[in-house]
């Protein structure tokens, strides 16, 4: 396999660490790869002290920013979050590092709506906030 040149992924991870473990062993299974070296640098933080995501008064978008901040100064060149509910911060978290990142949600909805014509028909563009989603199944 010819080696690409590939930017160096930043995984912000440990909200679950077996979510984070997860996500690396599927990175590294849809990688293709002939040897080692055609997989790509990945470098994570498992921080399983992030303040809890669920609680409005926790605040984790500091800690998770400067999670972000030192991928970045690890050599990190785009991010990825390994964790749901920590995407409420993903603008925080791109900000604050200067890197793009890769949005797990938005990736995961587009994937869900070029593959179904149920979803097609109810995919909203941008990212609603839950109280104005549509998410149910069209009726037919």
Same mark, same amino acid.
């Given at each position: 396999?010819?080696?690409? =040149?590939?930017? @160096? /992924?930043?995984?912000?991870? *440990?909200?679950?660490?077996? +979510?984070?473990?997860?996500? &690396? $062993? ?33 605040? =984790?978008?500091? @800690? /998770?920013?400067?999670?972000? *901040?030192?991928?970045?100064? +690890?050599?990190?060149?785009? &991010? $990825? ?60």
């Amino acid at each position: 396999m010819s080696k690409t =040149p590939s930017k @160096v /992924l930043g995984v912000l991870g *440990g909200m679950g660490p077996a +979510a984070t473990l997860d996500f &690396l $062993a599927k990175i590294q299974a849809y990688t293709p790869a002939e040897r080692d070296q055609d997989h790509i640098r990945v470098i994570v933080d498992i921080n399983p002290q992030v303040p809890d995501r669920n609680d409005p008064f926790a605040k =984790p978008g500091p @800690v /998770l920013a400067e999670m972000a *901040g030192a991928l970045r100064g +690890a050599g990190a060149e785009v &991010l $990825a979050i390994a964790c749901n509910t920590a995407h409420v911060y993903a603008d925080l978290i791109s900000r604050s590092a200067g890197l793009p990142l890769i949005d797990m949600i938005g990736t995961a909805a587009a994937a869900a709506r070029d593959s179904a014509p149920a979803a097609r028909a109810c995919w909203a563009p941008s990212r609603p906030s839950s109280s104005t989603a549509n998410i149910s199944p069209p009726r037919a």
